[in-house]
């Protein structure tokens, strides 16, 4: 199951339904299966709050994956600050909503196990986020 919850944020306009659909199609592709996949949209500061607090990172991401996967099934929490997309995507060039699902499905990768902080690992994120993204708008 897919949950979708906010905490100091309005949740964003999402389609729950067709976004579950399309994430289950994602990890399918892989050849892995949904569990409990949890999204919670925050603001800047929980991110940090969060980051300083699990991770020891001080400094603000889009997102913080935690990962609870068995086996082939997908399982984790993924801390999505909303404020960071939208700075994001102005700085890319994007719309907000493309860039809120590249960050909703780079989550999953990751899950997946998709890394993207070593050497050349950054473009095979990407790669699979573009293919990703194709097929949420088939």
């Given at each position: 199951?897919?949950?979708?919850?906010?905490e100091k944020v309005k949740m964003p306009k999402i389609k729950k339904r067709e976004t579950t659909?399309?994430?289950?199609?994602?990890?399918?592709?892989?050849?892995?299966?949904?569990?409990?996949i949890g999204y919670m949209f925050v603001d800047d500061e929980k991110i940090l709050e969060v980051?300083?607090?699990?991770?020891?990172?001080?400094?603000?991401?889009?997102?913080?994956?935690?990962?609870?996967?068995?086996?082939?099934?997908?399982?984790?929490?993924?801390?999505?600050?909303?404020?960071?997309?939208?700075?994001?995507?102005?700085?890319?060039?994007?719309?907000?909503?493309?860039?809120?699902?590249?960050?909703?499905?780079?989550?999953?990768?990751?899950?997946?196990?998709?890394?993207?902080?070593?050497?050349?690992?950054?473009?095979?994120?990407?790669?699979?986020?573009?293919?990703?993204?194709?097929?949420?708008?088939?």
């Open positions: 199951m897919i949950t979708y919850n906010s659909a399309w994430i289950k199609q994602v990890a399918q592709s892989y050849g892995k299966k949904v569990g409990d980051n300083r607090e699990y991770l020891q990172h001080d400094y603000y991401t889009d997102i913080i994956t935690f990962d609870y996967c068995e086996d082939d099934e997908l399982n984790g929490d993924l801390v999505i600050s909303l404020d960071t997309v939208r700075t994001n995507a102005e700085l890319f060039g994007k719309t907000y909503e493309e860039e809120l699902y590249r960050v909703i499905i780079h989550g999953v990768l990751h899950l997946i196990g998709i890394n993207d902080k070593g050497p050349g690992e950054r473009e095979i994120m990407e790669a699979a986020e573009n293919k990703a993204l194709a097929l949420r708008k088939q």
